[in-house]
């Protein structure tokens, strides 16, 4: 995870010190390696999964969340479509066709940027992963946002997507 106001360089350890950044203002500086250390923070993909028949979506409950979207971390070295045909396997052992983005918000309570993305499954039939996902259910679209988490970050994506106001 990030932190909003680093204090020690990521590289050497060394305490950084304010200075003002022609750009930016007032950033944090590495004097020993000479360098701008910004806030570093995390970057995850959430994903709107439709059933092959367009007509239903992909509603999971996970950890103890009920009513969420397939999520999942960027590896290193990873691109975003990468990250969601991974997630979606990982998670439902579903392969997934027609990736595309959807939006994107800073989740606060993770230090994370969350990457929103639609995509087709290819087959319908469903293979948690245990360790993963808890349940999960195909929703009608008409359906899908009072599925959803009410005031959730994926139900804001839903929404989004949908055209749908709150």
Not at 125 to 143: F, I, K, S
């Amino acid at each position: 995870m990030g932190d909003a106001n680093p204090r020690y360089c990521h590289v050497c350890g060394t305490r950084l010190v304010m200075r003002d950044q022609r750009e930016d203002g007032q950033e944090p500086w590495c004097p020993v390696c000479g360098a701008w250390r910004y806030p570093r923070f995390s970057c995850a993909v959430s994903v709107i999964v439709y059933h092959p028949d367009g007509r239903r979506v992909l509603v999971i409950d996970q950890y103890g969340k009920r009513g969420i979207l397939v999520a999942g971390y960027v590896a290193r070295g990873e691109d975003l479509v990468s990250t969601v045909v991974r997630e979606v396997s990982e998670e439902t052992g579903l392969a997934v066709r027609d990736v595309r983005f959807n939006a994107s918000e800073f989740y606060e309570p993770s230090d994370t940027l969350m990457v929103n993305f639609t995509c087709r499954a290819t087959l319908d039939e469903l293979r948690l992963n245990p360790g993963e996902v808890d349940t999960a259910r195909w929703v009608a679209v008409d359906e899908v946002v009072d599925a959803m988490r009410p005031g959730s970050l994926a139900q804001r994506f839903v929404r989004l997507h949908l055209g749908v106001g709150e």
